[in-house]
């Protein structure tokens, strides 16, 4: 190629970028204009005091102990979700700002800003198109459906896990421009971190078999049906893993030997669906590996309650408390379990123990209240 034709090459390159980088400001800045006063909010009473400002683990920051529970069954009592990267975030936040609600907004609001240059990238590589991409990414940053998720600190589970949703796509699509193994598991890593932040993300399988249709029209490579379905669906067949819970342990189990852990998850996963037997052979099996877990015996109580097996139950939060002394959640198992029996005296007294342990309990201190209640006492 003569020097002046690469000359040419080059300087239009340089200006194709230029034109990118500004976009992408003036969308940062768009945003920052939009969603300015988030700044000055405070924390909302209703899911950020679950979240924040009455939640023991987070305001510990990153400790061990923090990190530990976020990744642990007992996270999961206080939203029904489990999403570790969701907690650990917050802890990050709360080492860096305390309890100033607004260090927690600007986060969101950084979130934000994150995605909605991250999605403009996406779309502008796949579809080649500039200001259509653009003006989609400009309604996804400026539309009036994501100020919850920006306002709302409790709903940083919301930003974060667009924010992996992004990034599974924008890896996807290096990983179709030039397959290989590296590029493929890295959409796995940001597909499964996105889960750990919010679950909702089992439906981004679904999405990149539509965006291989349109616009990477990886169908139209393909001479027949058989021949274009059959290892497009072979490719998403990783992500099935993580569908739900109960199937991510399953997987889990699969490849895993003696894994206590994923046993009492999958036993916890099971209960919530209503499975409660299996959830109980889940809990067999962890106390067999490892007949001094706290968590085992108090997931197998929970379960035992769902049965209405409730003498077992009190015998197995017994245990768990045995192994745990301050096992808040297993005293609150327990007390509702003496309730379930009519023992309302003892269960407040777990109940009383519970919220000793943890002053923020709000669910031990609603079944207190229910327990005083039966007893006709205000």
Known sequence: MPDSQQILLSEGMQKKNLTLILICIALAVLTVIAYWPVKDYGFVNFDDIVYVYKNEYVQS???????????????????????????????????????????????????????????????????????????????????????????????????????????????????????????????????????????????????????DFWPLKR??????????????????????????????????????????????????????????????????????????SAEAYYSRGVAYIGIGNYRQAISDCDRAIEIKPNYAEAYNNRGVAYAKIGNYKQAISDFDRAIEIKPNYEVACNNRGAAYNKLGKP
């Open 219 to 292: 169908f139209e490579q393909m001479k027949t049906a058989l021949a274009w379905i059959r290892p497009l669906l072979w490719e998403k067949v990783p992500f099935g893993y993580w569908q739900d819970s109960i199937t991510l342990f399953d997987h889990t189990l699969k490849v895993t030997e003696d894994n206590v852990l994923a046993y009492v998850k999958r036993g916890i996963a099971l209960a919530g669906v209503g499975n409660y037997r299996q959830a109980i052979g889940d809990c067999d099996r962890a106390i067999e590996i490892k007949p001094n």
């Open 61 to 211: 920051g990153l400790s061990w102990n923090s990190i530990r529970w976020a990744f642990s069954v007992e996270s999961m009592q206080r939203t029904s979700n489990w999403h570790p990267l969701t907690w650990l975030s917050l802890m990050f936040d709360y080492q860096l700002f305390g309890l100033n609600p607004h260090g927690y907004h600007l986060t969101n609001l950084l979130f934000h800003i994150i995605n909605s240059i991250l999605l403009f990238y996406v779309l502008h590589r796949m579809t080649k198109t500039l200001w259509q991409s653009l003006f989609v990414a400009t309604l996804f940053a400026l539309h009036p459906l994501h100020v919850e998720s920006v306002a709302w600190i409790a709903e940083r589970k919301d930003v974060l896990s667009t924010l992996f949703w992004m990034l599974t796509m924008g890896a996807y699509l290096f990983y179709v421009e030039r397959p290989g193994l590296l590029r493929y598991l890295a959409v796995i890593v940001f597909f499964a971190l996105g889960l750990m932040a919010k679950p909702m993300l089992v439906t981004l399988p679904f999405v990149l078999l539509l965006i």
